[in-house]
């Protein structure tokens, strides 16, 4: 007994450690948000030719790059999970995060950036947390994306925000988005119905 009221004390104080370094009880204002640069908005719409490219190949519409500190694009991906028989973790940002840690390491991906045509689920946050990542940009947020798809079984899409997920690591990733969403919303026209 004493082990598990221990444990609930623990627990208590995780949950309670998590949400006073959370953006969302940090009291810091929603317009403290850093903004995107024109290059970041370039990149942004590339990632949206990736996504209408991955559906054209029979997958998921979904792509997403890095690109390093002085904004080359190391790599480019679009969704490789073709249902009903792809691999359901290789989502564009998982791929590309990978890819780009094998050609940049540790140092290199601190200073990149990945850019997504739609919010990083919380897999693929995790992934680009993982892989050190030090930036994200995004498209389109979840919550649009989960009225666009419903409940489709094709994305079984979390109701949770990657900067939700993302603050309870242990190091910053600066997160910029959503952006250009009816844009970002394009190439999902029509595939979930």
Known sequence: MHHLQRRAVLLGAGLLAGMVSSPFTSGTPASAQPSATEADLALLRRTFALANEARANGNTPFGALVADAGGNVIVERGNESAPP???????????????????????????????????????????????????????????????????????????????EVLAH?????????????????????????
Not at 130 to 141: A, H, K, L, N, S
Not at 169 to 193: C, K, N
């Open 85 to 163: 028989d792809g691999d359901p973790t290789r989502h564009a940002e998982v791929v590309a995060t990978a890819a780009a840690w094998h050609v940049l390491g540790d140092d290199g991906m601190n200073a990149a950036t990945l850019y997504a045509s739609a919010e990083p689920c919380a897999m693929c946050a995790g992934a680009a947390y993982w892989t050190g990542i030090g930036r994200i940009v995004y498209g389109m947020p979840e919550n649009r994306l989960l009225e666009l798809t419903g409940n489709n079984p094709e994305n079984p899409t979390f109701s949770l925000p990657c900067r």
């Open 169 to 193: 690591g242990q190091r910053p990733i600066t997160i910029v988005g959503p952006l250009l969403e009816d844009e970002a919303a394009q190439p999902h026209q029509g595939y979930w119905s």
